[in-house]
């Protein structure tokens, strides 16, 4: 029939929940006598089937933390448990670590949640944590935590080959000290040996395939890609673990991923990448806050120092924690040094192992010495500081050997030809003729007392001249002999086969300053690392002797 409007008795609205102009519902009654019912006989509140969404923000600080062996990410989501807990990085079973994401979503931050963790081990040992950040540098503020050795950038490709070379130390000794006490693991090592301050080590990468790109070619850095490798595969035994940061799962080669035992997920570009890491694809989405990610399978908030998601202010609480840690007595971790363009020459010693200071050694960054006996060749591009390095050779022997005498071959126009202290100077051809074959005498005189050393600047402008030969016959009387004959030249000009240059050549013992593709090999005959002139600054290269090369710094000669 046709429709017709109900009314309420009175013509009065009965206050009920859900009562409109037209009355309550029998749905919204049922439900208002219900609730009336239950506060009548107080009734307790019943259990609900599921809890509140996750937090935005979880403070790493206020969290459980235990020991080294159980770093804390953050809070999971746990549904069939009806449960929300904490979810751990456990070092000794996972080994290593990947976390995935897409710009934005919280990989580096992810990474400064495990540094912090790391330093946060009350009832456990001390952890150590270094960094490589071919990102943004969004890790470098933990470099104000006591137990955060250094944060190397990727562009100082130098300090990051000197990180892998301690890091690989570190697992080579601890190597053969684990397996002397039959250590499985390093909490093993800890009892077995009475070592409790053994300190696990976690190496952060941010943006790995930048470190891939940079690392898995060229013959100079190839081999410390490869020592990275070794890290991933025999860390875990030896207390060594390393976390990595990547946008997509296809960027981490399978020698890699095959090494990384956990996973954490923020949210990817690509939705079928979730597939490709064992994730379920829809959970997470462009309205998922930043830090959320999956964690075995599981929708996780990572937790942050400080709970505030602010840079600035994590900066802040993350200063506040290392002086936290430092009044604590947490030992600072060691640092990874870094070689200095501008070394001033008195901070060198007179003598490095009994020889002559060079400069300072990439490898140890110590002092390194040279052999003042024998032919050595100076080579370096124009600008590159041939002129402060031929001037500290000089200073050196002087400082470090007694009984010298010096001589000068070169031009008049030279600061060093110039200089005082020369027992003789030549500087046109047939002055370098007469002295050249007096000299070859006097170093070929077994009764001639104290060291005689020799400098020719710019050989090459001697050659086809009267001096050519007479400085032959020099120089082969020199490598008779103990003492001592530097020539120096341009780069360019030692490539060449002419008797005088050969001569020097074959010594096999000089300094490339700023060398570039095979020049170790067609000046001096041995292999240097491939390596490009940009990655030098002046007066930086290559000393060559004894068929073996290293990376040194030459000072600055001080004034006077």
Same mark, same amino acid.
């Given at each position: 029939? #046709? ?64 020991? %080294? ?11 069939? +448990? ?41 009832? &456990? ?7 490589? %950040? ?27 080959? +000197? ?24 909490? %093993? ?58 946008? +997509? ?77 430092? +009044?604590? &007595?947490?030992?600072?971790? #060691? ?18 192992? &009994?020889?002559? #200071? ?75 003729? &007469? ?25 090459? %402008? ?64 041995? #292999? ?33």
């Amino acid at each position: 029939g #046709a429709e017709q409007p109900w009314e309420t008795p009175g013509g009065k609205v009965e206050a009920v929940p859900g009562a409109g102009e037209q009355g309550p519902t029998d749905q919204a009654r049922l439900v208002a006598n219900l609730i009336a019912a239950a506060a009548s006989i107080k009734l307790p509140a019943p259990r609900r089937p599921w809890l509140d969404d996750l937090a935005r923000v979880f403070d790493l600080t206020k969290m459980r933390q235990r020991t %080294d062996t159980e770093l804390v990410l953050g809070v999971s989501d746990v549904p069939e +448990r009806q449960l929300q807990d904490e979810v751990f990085f456990r070092p000794d079973t996972d080994g290593n670590i990947a976390i995935y994401g897409a710009g934005g979503t919280g990989k580096t931050v992810t990474l400064r949640t495990l540094a912090a963790a790391a330093g946060i081990t009350p009832r &456990g040992g001390p952890v150590d944590v270094y960094g490589l %950040d071919f990102g943004t540098g969004g890790l470098k503020m933990l470099e104000k935590l006591p137990h955060v050795g250094s944060v190397v950038s990727g562009d100082d490709p130098e300090r990051v080959i +000197r990180l892998l070379r301690m890091l690989r130390d570190t697992l080579d000794d601890r190597s053969t000290r684990y397996s002397a006490v039959n250590a499985g693991n390093i909490v %093993d090592y800890r009892r077995n040996a009475n070592a409790p301050d053994e300190r696990r080590i976690l190496l952060l990468v941010d943006n790995f395939p930048s470190f891939r790109n940079d690392f898995e070619t060229g013959s100079s850095r190839v081999p410390w890609y490869g020592v990275f490798q070794q890290i991933l595969g025999e860390g875990r035994a030896l207390g060594m673990h390393v976390a990595i940061t990547a946008d +997509r799962p296809g960027s981490v080669p399978t020698s890699v991923s095959s090494t990384i035992q956990r996973k954490i997920v923020h949210r990817l570009a690509d939705e079928s990448s979730y597939v490709l890491l064992d994730m379920p694809n829809d959970v997470l989405g462009p309205a998922s806050p930043p830090g959320r990610a999956l964690v075995d399978g599981m929708e996780t908030q990572i937790a942050i120092v400080g709970g505030n998601p602010n840079v600035a202010e994590q900066s802040k609480a993350i200063e506040a924690l290392g002086e936290a840690m430092e +009044r604590n &007595g947490r030992a600072p971790a #060691a640092q990874v040094g870094v070689l200095g363009s501008e070394i001033a020459s008195s901070s060198l010693p007179k003598l490095v192992d &009994g020889m002559p #200071a060079l400069g300072i050694s990439d490898d140890t960054l110590a002092p390194v010495g040279f052999e003042p006996s024998g032919a050595f060749v100076l080579a370096g591009p124009p600008a590159s500081g041939r002129s402060n390095a031929l001037a500290w050779l000089v200073r050196s022997i002087d400082l470090g050997v007694e009984g010298v005498s010096r001589y000068y071959i070169g031009n008049a126009r030279s600061q060093l030809a110039a200089a005082s202290g020369w027992k003789a100077t030549a500087t046109n051809v047939d002055d370098a003729s &007469g002295l050249a074959k007096e000299l070859a005498a006097v170093v070929a005189d077994p009764k001639t007392k104290g060291r005689v050393v020799i400098v020719v600047e710019q050989i090459a %402008d001697f050659l086809s001249t009267p001096a050519d030969g007479p400085l032959v016959e020099l120089i082969k009387a020199v490598k008779r002999s103990d003492h001592f004959i530097i020539a120096e030249s341009e780069t360019s000009q030692w490539g060449s086969s002419w008797p005088l240059l050969g001569e020097m050549k074959s010594g096999r013992t000089g300094f490339l300053i700023q060398p570039d593709g095979i020049e170790g090999e067609t000046i001096l005959k041995t #292999a240097i690392p491939r390596v490009s002139r940009s990655e030098f600054p002046a007066g930086r290269g290559y000393f060559i002797a004894r068929g073996r090369a290293t990376r040194v710094q030459l000072p600055i000669v001080d004034a006077g």
